[in-house]
């Protein structure tokens, strides 16, 4: 289906959604510019846009806009500052409904998407005296499921590092439709079954394992033959590099009989799937704050300082 879409187009676009899903389902001009823009100076006007209610409301959208061929831009709260939920087709806005905290545990918090860091942190905070550390650049308003999706590095990395590495385990919906739960843990491999083959063997593996299984074989297949120095090329030997997929991360510290597919998803920006649930590692709040102010005569002096300072483990210089 080519956009702009026609107004009759429309009507069964928002006829046919509305007929599959619990969700919101709006096509009318308002709701299309409402969506057009986000927290950055681009704009693409979308075809519809979609709250959903659950996981299965995002399944159900997700299998239609394959059958029909329509994009779809998964949007939090709107922050990105280059345009990432932005897009023709359909817009899945997951800030409306699927924004709840699911579990919480002593040190982890199960989440849906649309939650923002800031609500997050002001709940386990109250009540726990916890805190999910990393941030999305500079903004605390970002739902975690984007900030997942980003893998930016924040104001507070030298603090808690990447948002991955603090990542327990997601629930993803693929193109086509199939859920999975994926985590750090990764996934086992018998060395008596192939990593892939023929439908019917994909098939019994999917039976006996289950699909993530069969996910993990086929990228174990495909990165097999990748050399130790072409996955450091990958990595450009920087700890936040957010260039290309983390396959650098997703063979780290491999075996020969597990892949961990939850980095790979981390930073891949919504295009290998829709993040709908995740677990997050929470840590403890801060005790104390305090603040250090130093005074230069020059710009390079105060560069030259701050290798001198890293080694004190500031928070955030």
Known sequence: MTM?????QLTRLREDLRGLIKGDVHCDEVTQQLYATDASILQSRPACVVRPRNKEDVIAVVQYAAEEGIPIHSR??????????LGEGIVLVFSRYMRRILHTGD?????????????LNGIIGQSQQRLFGPLAGSVSS????????RNGAGLHYLRYGLPSDHLVSMTVALANGDLLKLDRTSLPKPQSQPLHGDSGVILAQEIT???EYVYAGKIAHLLGNRT??????????HPVNRAGYAEHALLKGRSATRVDLARLFTGSEGTLGIIVEATLKTMSLPQRKSA????FDSLSKAVDAVSALLPLCPVLC
């Open 228 to 237: 130790s120095e072409q996955l450091a090329e990958s990595a450009k030997q």
């Open 76 to 85: 939090g709260a709107g922050t990105s500052l280059t345009g990432e939920s």
């Open 292 to 295: 250090v102010v130093f005074f």
């Open 209 to 211: 394992y289950g699909k």
């Open 4 to 8: 702009p879409l026609t107004a009759v």
């Open 142 to 149: 970002a739902s975690l499921a984007s900030i997942l999706s």
């Open 107 to 119: 040190d982890t918090v199960t989440i849906q998407p649309g939650l923002l860091r800031r609500r």
